[in-house]
């Protein structure tokens, strides 16, 4: 009965979520969340701006994720596959935020970032086992409303690590909002025990480890084929610059945004305020209009379109800096920027996707978004001195340039191909 089946998807969605929310929560933990903590203790520019590094596992995470494809060892295989591999990193990623918690960015800075970088590795092994997970648990039908459980998750996640975590600190100090962190990280760990154990793919069947016969056949299967046909098109290369220069300029600039705010002279709570309910709801209002501004206007336009939000949301740092450290003005160029960022990484998301091949729409999917913030991860590394040399004006409208390579490249792959795509790319299915 279709009641019946509703209500028994009710119950893994709802994991889905939680799922989502252990995803989510230590994003700000080794990046704003950080960065506020380490400007308070008088850290540099400078090794404020190397902490975009940290993200690095991220992006490299494909590395390893064949490794996460198989049993576990020992006798966590016997829980399976993906719960084999959940329980431990949890396990882990709760110790590294514990670690980071018992840190001290004044004396030790180095340790704390050491941390973060363990936090940051087994956040990203986590993404990869998760995301497994919600494709091979949800059939097609259903993978939509498993990202939407699975996206409010993470957001509501970032809200509590962001402006939560900032608003204990002033309560409990950071250590103490740290360590109140890896308490809430727990309810990953509770949602891994909960879940079921999704079937197991024949492909699984294959022997274990990369001396096992026929181990070449399987890499030139898993990996050489999939980027092979991505890479492959006619316009790969532009393609490519897109994905990794298109939320270049916005990144840059948050990176810089928490010791902006305090160098302004805003407090930790008027902080905490602004990044709370009010970007939290812009940021589900921006995932919304992603989804009208597509339907009406097709994908690269409307890339276009989340360009130029997020160009106006990062004028609001020049006019913030000219105005000081006013609250309603702090207010409303978070909120702007929690609804630019939500309709440009929908958007960019959905483009993504479109651009992954039936075949092998998971290996590609997962190269594309451990590409797309390369840039940033690499680049970002020498924004704190840029800002020092620059100035925040200066360094703010070269940011906001930075958004227009992106922009210039979309328009000439939508003047070669009509679609924004070039050829041979089959939109994936719901």
Not at 86 to 112: C, E, K, N, W
Not at 256 to 273: I, Q, T, W
Request: net charge positive; hydrophobic share 55%.
């Amino acid at each position: 009965m279709p009641g019946e089946r509703l209500s028994g998807t009710r119950r893994p969605l709802a994991l889905m979520g939680l799922l989502g929310f252990a995803s989510g929560l230590p994003i700000y933990l080794t990046f704003f969340t950080l960065q506020q903590w380490m400007s308070e203790s008088g850290v540099s520019l400078r090794a404020i701006g190397l902490t975009a590094c940290i993200g690095l596992p991220y992006l490299l995470k494909f590395l390893w994720a064949p490794l996460l494809d198989r049993l576990p060892p020992g006798a966590l295989a016997g829980i399976g596959r993906r719960r084999g591999w959940l329980l431990p990193v949890q396990v882990a990623l709760t110790a590294a935020i514990l670690l980071m918690a018992a840190s001290d960015p004044h004396r030790h800075p180095l340790g704390l970032v050491l941390a973060a970088l363990l936090l940051a590795f087994f956040s990203a092994s986590q993404d990869v086992v998760i995301d497994a997970w919600r494709i091979e648990s949800f059939p097609s039908r259903l993978q939509a409303a498993a990202l939407g459980c699975y996206v409010w998750g993470y957001r509501i996640a970032m809200q509590v690590s962001g402006a939560g975590a900032i608003f204990l600190a002033g309560r409990l100090g950071w250590h103490g909002a740290y360590a109140a962190m890896a308490a809430c990280s727990l309810l990953g760990l509770l949602a891994t025990l909960l879940v079921r154990e999704p079937a197991r793919p024949k492909v699984a069947d294959a022997p274990a480890g990369w001396d096992a016969p026929g181990w070449d056949a399987q890499v030139r299967a898993r990996v050489v084929a999939p980027l092979r046909d991505l890479l492959g098109r006619p316009g790969s290369g532009l393609v490519v610059a897109f994905v990794l220069l298109f939320n270049l300029g916005t990144q840059m600039a948050d990176t810089m945004a928490a010791p902006f705010y305090h160098a302004l002279g805003f407090s930790r709570d008027a902080v905490a305020l602004a990044n709370g309910l009010p970007a939290l709801a812009a940021a589900l209002l921006g995932a919304a209009a992603s989804a009208v501004c597509v339907a009406r206007y097709g994908g690269s336009r409307t890339l276009i379109i989340a360009a130029m939000v997020q160009m106006a949301s990062m004028g609001l740092y020049l006019a913030l800096y000219r105005v000081g450290p006013q609250t309603a003005m702090l207010l409303a160029k978070v909120t702007l920027e929690g609804f630019a960022e939500a309709l440009a990484t929908t958007t960019f998301l959905t483009y993504l996707s479109r651009l992954c091949s039936l075949e092998y729409t998971a290996t590609q999917y997962a190269l594309l978004s451990s590409m797309a913030p390369v840039a940033w991860r690499t680049l970002g590394g020498g924004t704190g001195i840029a800002a020092q040399a620059l100035g925040w004006p200066a360094f703010f409208a070269g940011a906001i340039l930075c958004a227009l390579p992106g922009i210039l490249i979309m328009l000439t792959l939508m003047r070669r191909y009509p679609s924004g795509l070039p050829p041979r790319v089959r939109p994936v299915s719901a």
